[in-house]
């Protein structure tokens, strides 16, 4: 049995909280279990500048986590000096998944940039922070075209992700933190509610895996990521209600 006593296939509990940046175009409290990520976004009416005067929008994505987050204290990157090379890559990973379903075009010359923010860290952190970020990102396009800002919600997708794993019981979805530091093989998969496929990442830690035990557990993924398609929906609705 797997340490949190859920089946191979069961995701942890998932809650979306809109609202909680009081002040944000858009924001979400995302809860998977003991992780739980703040996902805001912010609206500029500028651009970078290899894109100023070319008519297109631009999404981008910062990461953190809080220095408490996990067991024992971790230094603010800023007092470092400089940011950790799983901090850019998990930024830039949100970054890229938010604008494969973004129409940049459609979006102006405007920039949104979501801020992931980790509260408490229990494994899977990326994801749950893709799966907070479109949230964010699409009650703040909401709020524009409801302002009359943009025509209409320059969205062409719903996107979310998921990790799964290989352990000692086998392939595994969504894994917490003792899963995670100890699985034989682990993976993220960001995909949208179409069945299209943005990324996977994939490693092996102890041996490679085959490609029958890739498939299986990207058929996890694919069944498991449902619930927080479902979770994003239910978020939106309610938001747009109040």
């Known amino acids: 049995m797997r340490p949190s006593g859920r089946a191979n296939d069961a ?3 998932v809650s ?3 609202g909680f940046a009081r002040h944000a175009e ?3 409290l995302i809860r998977v279990g003991g992780t739980e990520v703040l996902c805001v976004a912010s609206v500029e009416q500028r651009v970078p500048p290899f894109l100023k005067g070319k008519g297109t929008g631009w999404i981008t994505a910062e990461y953190g986590m809080l220095p408490r987050a996990t067991h ?3 230094s603010r990157e800023a007092a470092k000096g400089k940011q950790s090379g799983r901090t850019q890559e998990i930024q830039r990973l949100i970054g890229r998944s938010l604008r494969a379903v973004t129409d940049l075009a459609a979006l102006g010359e405007m920039s949104v940039t979501l801020d992931c923010d980790v509260l408490n860290a229990d494994g ?6 893709i799966t907070g970020a479109w949230v964010a990102l699409r009650l703040a396009l909401g709020k524009l075209q409801r302002g009359r800002v943009l025509k209409s919600i320059p969205l062409t997708g719903q996107v979310a992700a998921v990790s799964c794993g290989l352990t000692g019981e086998g392939a595994v979805l969504d894994l917490d933190y003792i899963e995670d530091s ?3 093989a682990d993976t993220n998969f960001v995909l949208t509610a179409d069945n299209g496929i943005v990324e996977i990442q994939g490693t092996a830690e102890e041996k490679p895996f085959s490609e029958n035990e890739f498939f299986v557990l990207l ?3 694919k069944c498991g990521i449902k619930d927080l398609f479902a979770a994003q929906n239910a978020a939106i609705t309610v938001a747009e209600a109040s």
């Not at 899977?124 to 922070?129: L, N």
């Open 11 to 13: 995701m942890r509990s």
């Open 16 to 18: 979306i909280e809109t």
């Open 26 to 28: 858009g924001s979400a």
């Open 72 to 74: 024992t204290r971790g």
């Open 124 to 129: 899977g952190t990326r994801c749950a922070s």
């Open 182 to 184: 100890s699985a034989i």
């Open 219 to 221: 058929g996890l993924a």
